[in-house]
């Protein structure tokens, strides 16, 4: 029987590695854990002290876990595996929290891996967070994923951590598995981009007259692109006159962008009272008169360094309205002018004006307030650590579902791709990140992305892989980056698409550019007497010119304009001489 029960799994296991093979997806390989439905007490130690037992209160199978007695945070079951240097994983459990703690709005729950070194050391590291989790929640996932470092291990183990230790809890359904990509990353993107970024132009040609069709060549050229692509923009370089470049590189090669920090509370508002819209005003009307779409960045900020200190001293019994009125301020004077608000910034990273009020449901309030002055408006999220980096992915899935059936009217998630100093972006977690926040339903936005390496093709490589991860994965509506000139980047010139007073491209930014310049835009010509009078181009989405030329020479009388967007588009032309 045991053999038979062996076989059954390796014959699952083998049959997802086939599949895996032949499709480009995000794999999972077989389960590494024991007993992770905790049906019984085997496999997981529970130590100092903490009572542990099995519960009918479960979130599957038949059983949970329930802990209590617990001393500290860490007080919570651990179990060992093996792992493999440079591996990557997918680590998931739920938890339910018993109780709450007092004159607080939630409490942070973690995914850990604990790893033990071939020396004798240890290292924890966060598979994923829940930054403000409640009983009311009930059961909470806690799902995230992570790459083994690359260096002599001797084991691992995954635990809970967080709450404070006067709080019981309950942890069921654990899983960790390997992970990896069926077919390459780079076929399931370019599959992607062909799919969804393009679409077909039928081209029928007739012809009036003695027309000799191997004289007659048809151009079909891409002029524009209708995928966002935009930059975040320095509001006093952009006014600098001495800075003429840099205005020409935005209007030049972006189609969207958001400033950096012009519509800011703290800038608009840095006195209770005291407005100032006519920089980012004029800044906007600078903009959009040369063709660039604009984001609003940001209403609010929750992470306590980033609100005012006048706010910080206002009674409690004023902090809503004083919120509303900005709102509706703020909208109000850039009413029309915008496409996008980040509503509240980082709310995963800071809960201050929750905390304040100490009301949890206040993250719905700005949201309403928003939706209610401008219903038409594209409101979003926006956060980081959740698809350059995976600690906080589920956490944000968790929320967007919440704004979501709160219906206060929510567009999207930003999703800041800040990559760490000298870190190749992994196509294959992006995807893996990025399918999870498509669970929400709601469509993405890369916000606020770049890469740092001192040596320019390297970066050109990062620059090029995390391009095709966001670019092929059908939830991405648009992607804007955070800085591109060495001398305003946030991030230094390692991280810069271009450099000097002359705005010279570095290896990174010509890779960038011939990426949506070129590869990622149409233009093809057709000798009709070879592609015959009716052919089909797949087209990138945006704006096209078709020029007929015969016998050399344009017939400009009948060159034709048109936009292809998600449908396909017929062109028809008739030639005669």
Same mark, same amino acid.
Request: proline share 3%; net charge negative; glycine share 8%.
């Given at each position: ?331 109000? #004077? ?5 496409? !996008?608000?980040? &509503?509240?910034?980082?709310? %995963?990273? +800071?809960? @201050?004006? /929750? ?110 892989? #995390? ?5 092929? !994965?059908?939830? &991405?509506?648009?992607?804007? %980056?955070? +800085?591109? @000139?060495? /001398? ?90």
């Amino acid at each position: 029987l045991i053999m038979a029960e062996t076989l059954g799994l390796f014959r699952k296991l083998l049959l997802n590695v086939v599949v895996c093979l032949w499709v480009s997806t995000v794999c999972h390989g077989g389960e590494l854990l024991h007993n992770g439905g905790f049906e019984s007490m085997s496999n997981w130690q529970c130590y100092s002290g903490v009572h542990c037992a099995l519960s009918t209160d479960h979130h599957c199978g038949s059983h949970s876990m329930k802990i209590t007695n617990r001393q500290h945070g860490g007080s919570a079951p651990v179990q060992s595996f093996n792992v493999t240097r440079k591996y990557m994983y997918h680590a998931e459990i739920f938890v339910k929290l018993l109780g709450d703690a007092h004159g607080k709005i939630g409490q942070p729950l973690y995914l850990m891996v604990n790893y033990q070194y071939a020396d004798g050391s240890s290292h924890y590291d966060g598979v994923a967070e829940s930054p403000v989790a409640r009983k009311a929640d009930g059961w909470i996932k806690l799902q995230g994923d992570f790459i083994a470092p690359d260096v002599a291990l001797h084991g691992a183990n995954l635990r809970v951590q967080g709450p404070d230790g006067s709080i019981d809890l309950l942890v069921d359904c654990a899983s960790l598995t390997n992970i990896w990509y069926g077919n390459g990353w780079r076929a399931g993107s370019d599959k992607v981009i062909d799919d969804i970024r393009k679409s077909n132009i039928n081209v029928h040609v007739t012809t009036q007259g003695h027309v000799n069709l191997d004289d007659l060549d048809i151009q079909v050229v891409q002029k524009s692109k209708s995928f966002p692509i935009g930059t975040v923009v320095n509001s006093w370089a952009y006014e600098d006159s001495g800075h003429g470049l840099y205005r020409d590189f935005i209007h030049n090669h972006f189609n969207w962008a958001v400033f950096e920090s012009s519509l800011k509370w703290k800038h608009v508002e840095p006195t209770q009272g005291s407005y100032h819209f006519e920089r980012p005003l004029q800044l906007l009307k600078q903009l959009k008169d040369h063709g660039l779409k604009v984001r609003g960045h940001n209403l609010m900020w929750s992470t306590p360094q980033q609100v005012q200190d006048w706010i910080k001293h206002l009674p409690v019994s004023q902090l809503k309205s004083t919120v509303q009125h900005h709102i509706k301020q703020t909208m109000d #004077a850039t009413k029309g002018q915008l496409e !996008h608000w980040d &509503v509240n910034n980082e709310n %995963l990273q +800071g809960q @201050w004006y /929750q905390e304040r009020l100490n009301d949890f449901d206040y993250e719905l309030e700005p949201y309403r307030i928003a939706h209610h002055n401008d219903p038409s408006m594209k409101l979003f999220l926006n956060d980081y650590i959740v698809v350059a980096h995976g600690k906080f992915t589920g956490a944000y899935l968790a929320q967007a579902k919440r704004l979501k059936a709160a219906n206060v009217g929510l567009y999207g998630l930003g999703a800041q791709c800040h990559f760490y100093e000298e870190e190749a972006p992994n196509a294959m977690l992006i995807k893996a990140r990025l399918d999870m926040l498509a669970e929400s339903g709601l469509k993405i936005w890369i916000t606020e992305f770049n890469v740092v390496a001192k040596d320019e093709n390297k970066r050109a490589d990062f620059v090029e892989t #995390a391009m095709r991860a966001f670019y092929g !994965h059908p939830a &991405v509506e648009g992607i804007l %980056l955070w +800085g591109f @000139w060495d /001398q305003q980047h946030s991030r230094g010139p390692n991280a810069a698409l271009t450099k000097g007073n002359n705005m010279q491209l570095t290896a990174a930014g010509r890779r960038f550019l011939d990426l949506w310049e070129n590869e990622w835009m149409t233009d093809e010509t057709r000798d009709i007497g070879q592609a015959g009078s009716r052919f089909t181009v797949r087209g990138f989405h945006g704006d096209y010119t078709v020029r007929v030329h015969y016998q050399g020479k344009e017939l400009t009388n009948l060159k034709q304009y048109f936009t292809l967007g998600k449908s396909d588009h017929t062109v028809n032309i008739n030639v005669h001489v």
